[in-house]
Structures are given as C-alpha cells and as structure tokens.
Nanobody
Framework: VQLQASGGGSVQTGGSLKLSCAAS????????MGWYRQAPGKQRELVAV???????QYADSVKGRFYLYPESAVNTVALQMNNLKPEDTAVYYC????????????????WGQGTLVTVSS
C-alpha cells in the first residue's frame, strides 16, 4: 500500500489544521484507516482510527477537538484538528490496517511518511 499524506504545518494555540491521507495500490478493502502521532521523546500513540464499518475511535486527549472522516475520494480519510494545543505538537503518521488487495494478498498494516504539526503557545 502507498499512503500519501498531506496537510500539517504550524499554527498557534487554538488554531485548526486538516490532515488528509490517501491509500493506493490495487486495494480491494481496508479494515481501518487513521492517524497516529509521535511527539519528541515519546512513543507513537493513536490519535483516531475509523473502521470500514464506520466506527471511529479517538484518543481521550483529542475527543471533541479532532474529527476523522472519509473523504469523497476512495480510500481517503481526513483528520480535522480544531482548538489545537501545544501538546498536540508531533509528527503525525497515517496508518492503514488489514489491507486486502485484488490479487488476494493481505497486508497487516502500512504507514505513511509522517507530517509535522507544530502548535505554538
């Protein structure tokens, strides 16, 4: 799977940013798509993930501020991030899990290249 992430950048506290992730590669089905993040000196953590059935899970720290939704393009999701805080500063990674290809092959998960989000106080 190829994951193309876009968005990110620098904003001040309270600002908004949108991240998008598009998966490609002769994909038949993706079980879930979402975003993780890794702040300096910390482990990578789940931000939000959406299953193919439409169930979305959010980290407690972003509930009510971030919104993950499918975009009109196939196998594309967007993460709308509102009311950003300095603690949201991290490299954000797009993730897909449970990828089935038209060939019948299966891939447990894939990662995008990461996009930096910086929130200044």
């Amino acid at each position: 799977v190829q994951l193309q992430a876009s968005g990110g950048g620098s904003v001040q506290t309270g600002g908004s940013l949108k991240l998008s992730c598009a998966a490609s590669g002769s994909i038949f089905k993706i079980n879930s798509m979402g975003w993780y993040r890794q702040a300096p000196g910390k482990q990578r953590e789940l931000v939000a993930v959406r299953t193919s059935g439409g169930i979305t899970q959010y980290a407690d720290s972003v509930k009510g501020r971030f919104y993950l939704y499918p975009e009109s393009a196939v196998n594309t999701v967007a993460l709308q991030m509102n009311n950003l805080k300095p603690e949201d500063t991290a490299v954000y990674y797009c993730n897909v899990a449970g990828v089935t290809y038209y060939s019948g092959n299966y891939q447990s998960q894939g990662w995008g290249q990461g996009t930096l989000v910086t929130v200044s106080s």
